[in-house]
């Protein structure tokens, strides 16, 4: 039994978007609640309390997330639940992609994800029912232009979560991938962006003003709906109307998709970008 006013939930990520609501949500179901964020004018929306640590955390740093861990069980005793939710993104072409823009990446979407389980499951494996809740995307399903270094990020923890579940199968950890479309955030804004889906150059402002219009789920409504993925123990979130109907698109027709979903999408973003 999952008892959400009972358990201790880490979350990484927390001063933002997904990882705020997230925040938010299990307070006001009575969760205690450690939240960690890189950036640390973005967690003063937060306010510390009994119920509530705050840290400042960069998952790259693989000792300091070991550290985390171990202040969040001298504070609260034990830990139920880590979010591996910190995540930042990219558009570029294979053509001009950096290394380093690469490395960037990969060190926060994807190692940042196996420092928090490698920290965290020595704690986890103490709990009656713990939780390891891990932030894939709805390109961790699918592919698009410009996204290779985000889409490999992404397909990385998806592919990590479902082997560690299995690993853990007779364990009281139960591993849960969560795939958002698109959730209206500052991941544009807190990324890097070169190049647009059609290939051409782009810029910050021209990117997040073309997400903001694409996306289409709130944070709240994103975090009520890995609130309860959590609690059931699902393996697999999907979150929005476009995640949920690109997913099926990609199953059925797997090495095709993009003949549709490109075409489409191109057309979809110049009339947005003519609004
Ligand atoms: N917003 C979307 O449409 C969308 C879609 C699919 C997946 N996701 C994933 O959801 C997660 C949350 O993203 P969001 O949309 O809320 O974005 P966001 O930018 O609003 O929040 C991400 C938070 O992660 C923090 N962060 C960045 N680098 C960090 C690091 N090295 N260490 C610790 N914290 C760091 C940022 O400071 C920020 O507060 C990410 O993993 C993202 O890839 C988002």
């Known amino acids: 039994m999952f008892e959400i ?19 938010r949500l299990c307070l006001s179901k009575g969760a205690r609640v450690a939240a960690s ?13 009994d119920q509530l640590m705050v840290s400042t955390l960069d998952v790259r740093d693989r000792a300091a997330v070991g550290r985390w861990a171990q202040d969040i069980a001298a504070r609260f005793g034990a830990c139920d639940v880590i979010v591996n939710n910190a995540g930042v993104s990219l558009s570029s072409r294979v053509q001009t992609m950096q290394r380093e823009d690469f490395e960037w990446i990969m060190d926060i979407n994807f ?18 029912a713990a939780r390891i809740v891990n932030l894939s995307s709805l390109f961790g399903l699918m592919a698009v232009p410009s996204q290779a270094a985000y889409n490999a990020s992404k397909f990385a923890v998806r592919g990590y979560s479902e082997a560690i579940r299995q690993d853990l199968r007779n364990s009281t950890v139960k591993v849960v991938t969560v ?3 698109g959730v209206k955030t500052n991941i544009v804004r807190n990324g890097k962006h070169f190049d647009s889906l059609d290939g051409l ?20 409504q994103a975090a009520k709906i890995i609130m ?3 609690c ?22 797997p090495a095709i998709y993009d003949r549709l979903t ?14």
């Not at 964020?37 to 309390?49: I, K």
């Not at 910050?204 to 694409?214: E, G, L, R, V």
């Open 228 to 230: 309860n993925g959590m």
């Open 201 to 220: 150059e782009t810029d910050m402002d021209t990117s997040a003003a073309m997400f903001a219009k694409i996306a289409s789920t709130t944070p709240e």
């Open 111 to 128: 190692w940042g994800v196996v420092n928090g389980v490698e920290a965290f499951l020595p704690l986890l494996e103490k709990s009656s």
């Open 5 to 23: 006013s009972e358990k201790v939930i880490a979350i990484t990520g927390a001063g933002s978007g997904i990882g705020l609501a997230l925040t």
């Open 232 to 253: 059931k123990g699902k393996p697999r979130v999907l979150i929005g109307r476009d995640a949920i109907f690109l997913d099926k698109l990609q199953r059925l027709l």
């Open 262 to 275: 490109v075409p489409v999408s191109l057309r979809g973003s110049r009339r947005l970008a003519r609004q």
């Open 37 to 49: 964020d890189v950036n640390p004018e973005s967690l003063g929306a937060l306010n510390a309390g």
């Open 179 to 181: 795939h958002p479309g």
